[in-house]
Nanobody
């Protein structure tokens, strides 16, 4: 098992930036595929970004491409999400997720059902 703890959420004006972090309780490099999801009130939880256990193959939702960057600091067992050019529609609870990486991950990197370990979430609020 792996425990995940998110941090870095907050309030920011449109056009601003935030950096989310997710600390994993165990070594993730070459073992876990990781993802970021978000859920706004009344909405389904949606995939934002994913990263393969190789540490460099990434996947993004169309709505965040070019604005968000997912990365892994393997030395610190930490997943990050750099969010730039934030919009009010990015407002949501953001969750970190992990799964023991297997074949076919790329085709389902942004699907909620792919992951079986989840953090508690961190709130991001973007005002106009």
């Amino acid at each position: 098992q792996v425990q995940l703890v998110e941090s870095g959420g907050g309030s920011v004006q449109a056009g601003g930036s935030l950096r989310l972090s997710c600390a994993a309780s165990r070594y993730i490099y070459r073992h876990y595929c990781m993802g970021w999801f978000r859920q706004a009130p009344g909405n389904e939880r949606e995939g934002v970004a994913g990263i393969h256990s190789d540490g460099w193959t990434t996947y993004y939702a169309d709505s965040v491409k070019g604005r968000f960057t997912i990365s892994v600091d393997n030395a610190k067992n930490t997943l990050t999400l750099q969010m730039n050019s934030l919009k009010p529609e990015d407002t949501a609870m953001y969750y970190c997720a992990a799964v023991v990486c297997g074949s076919g991950y790329g085709s389902r990197a942004l699907e909620r059902a792919t992951y079986n370990y989840w953090g508690q979430g961190t709130q991001v609020t973007v005002s106009s």
